[in-house]
């Protein structure tokens, strides 16, 4: 909630208990100062809105907040990730919330992907929805275009893939990367793979079968953030 109060004129309206203004009495101020209606509710009420089991007796309306492509292409972007057939709303979430923190430029959500403003979706971003671009429903093959246009590598993240993350011939992550990830149960099939400069696996050193979705694009984002930061720049 903070998060969209500090993006000016995000927030449209605020529906709040009695306990959570209580609890956030800035939140209610903050809102009605941007000249969004506050409007007490019931426990109950705020159940039924916010569909959670335990809710935090805050709930915001926002105003939808993605932005074209072309808002990322503009700035000579170093870090993009790219989410292709992702499904599952909480992967989804935790993905641009990686992103965010490891610095990237923005987050393409293409080819059939949850909406980015699923309910879970916007819980598992933690706020990180606010902070950095997020496009919206562009197509695939389109958006890679563009962005390799832009001067960005395109590197696909598949763990069938034979050339290793971490290996002496892999990717040159020094080089501005957008990261293309796929749906969470059978990944990236063969003709979005062939839209990839390069496929590239994280490599498992225990007995794991795999990793977890958000987990690899975590290894994947990092990886190309700790290449692309200055030395000694830390947070």
Not at 148 to 163: E, F, I, K, Y
Not at 193 to 213: F, T
Request: net charge negative; proline share 6%; hydrophobic share 45%.
């Amino acid at each position: 909630m903070r998060e969209a109060l500090a993006a000016d004129g995000v927030l449209t309206e605020l529906f709040v208990t009695e306990p959570g203004r209580a609890r956030h009495p800035d939140l209610a101020e903050q809102a009605a100062g941007q000249g969004a209606p506050v409007h007490q509710i019931s426990g109950e009420v705020m159940t039924e809105l916010a569909q959670t089991i335990t809710p935090q007796g805050v709930l915001g309306v926002c105003r939808f907040v993605d932005q074209p492509l072309s808002v990322i292409t503009a700035v000579q972007p170093r870090l993009v990730a790219v989410l292709a057939n992702v499904r599952d709303p909480g992967n989804a979430g935790t993905v641009l919330r990686t992103a965010d923190a490891a610095g990237a430029d923005g987050v393409v959500f293409a080819a059939a992907s949850v909406d980015p403003y699923n309910s879970k979706c916007v819980r598992s971003s933690a706020g990180s929805l606010f902070h950095l671009p997020v496009v919206a429903g562009h197509d695939l093959a389109g958006a890679l275009g563009e962005l390799r246009a832009a001067g960005l590598q395109v590197l696909a993240a598949d763990g069938s893939a034979t050339r290793s993350l971490d290996a002496r011939d892999g990717p040159d992550l020094a080089r501005p990367t957008a990261w293309l990830f796929g749906n969470e149960a059978w990944g990236l099939p063969a003709e979005l793979l062939s839209l990839a400069d390069s496929v590239v696996a994280v490599p498992i050193y225990g007995k794991a079968e795999s990793l977890n979705l958000a987990a690899a694009a975590a290894v994947c984002l990092y990886a190309s953030a700790r290449q692309l930061r200055p030395a000694g720049m830390g947070g």
